[in-house]
């Protein structure tokens, strides 16, 4: 079945976030150490970026990096960092020649310096460009960016520029490290687990949740299409009814 046939181009989700899940199952299944999962995970981002930027879709929001991640073992913290640095660097050039703008959501001073250092001198090379906005997700949690904000609400209210009457959702939305992007339209997390993992749990708010077996590393072109096909089958009708929709 041909899914990228069936998408209605007019009523694309503006922002897809994805969780890839699977990179170390997928390589144990290959009896293959989990690095050769993350190296074949990048090859599905790669994937995944061309078919989002050919559908014209805005944002697309990689989980790359939990906070908790950091507790996995040094060896495999070093190796995943190593190959993230290499292969931004490596793919500038092609997210320059399709006009994609490299962003990153996230607690980056925690990477080790030179890594960050290649890391945002990517982000300010594809910054001119204007087509889909790939955003990592790189040492985040939602808990981490929620309490971020707060200690920023009382930083505002300690220097008298804000009231507690004042906090709404707005200001909330605003504090967020995702105050210049809509709110995620779809999620979709591979692998066949059912969970959010601490992953934008503000801005999931309203979001259509698709979950799939495939485990990232066999996650294709094909496969992303058939999430968005089912994604424009549901009514999304925050809060109101069928009738007040149509």
């Known amino acids: 079945m041909d899914y990228k046939e069936q998408i209605d181009k007019e009523r694309l989700p503006r922002h897809v976030a994805i969780i890839m899940d699977g990179n170390g199952r997928w390589a144990k299944k290959q009896g293959l150490a989990r690095m050769f999962g993350h190296k074949q995970g990048v090859e599905t981002v790669h994937n995944i970026t061309v078919a989002a930027t050919k559908l014209g879709i805005e944002y697309l929001t990689l989980y790359t990096f ?18 993230l ?20 959501i ?17 982000i300010e090379q594809t910054s001119v460009n204007t087509g889909l906005t790939m955003v990592i997700a790189l040492s985040y949690s939602a808990r981490w960016e929620i309490t971020r904000a707060m200690q920023e609400a009382v930083r505002l209210a300690q220097t008298g ?13 605003s504090l967020m490290t995702t105050r210049d992007m809509p709110d995620p339209d779809l999620l979709i997390r591979t692998s066949g687990e059912y969970r959010i993992s601490n992953f934008l749990l503000w801005q999931l708010a309203y979001s259509e949740l698709y979950f799939t077996d495939c485990l ?4 294709t072109e094909e496969e992303f299409y058939k999430a968005i096909v089912d994604y424009q089958k549901r009514e999304r009708r925050f809060g109101k009814t069928s009738e007040q929709i149509h």
Do not use: Y
């Not at 001073?109 to 945002?120: A, S």
């Open 216 to 219: 990232w590393p066999e996650f």
């Open 85 to 104: 640095v290499d292969t931004i660097v490596k793919e500038t050039p092609t997210l320059m020649n399709n006009n994609v703008r490299l962003q990153t």
């Open 161 to 173: 520029k804000l009231r507690p009457e004042e906090v709404n959702e707005q200001l909330v939305s």
């Open 66 to 83: 939990s906070t908790e991640n950091w507790n996995r073992p040094k060896e495999e913290v070093d190796a995943l960092m190593t190959l």
């Open 106 to 122: 996230g607690d980056i001073e925690r990477l080790p310096e030179g890594t960050r250092q290649k890391f945002l001198g990517c």
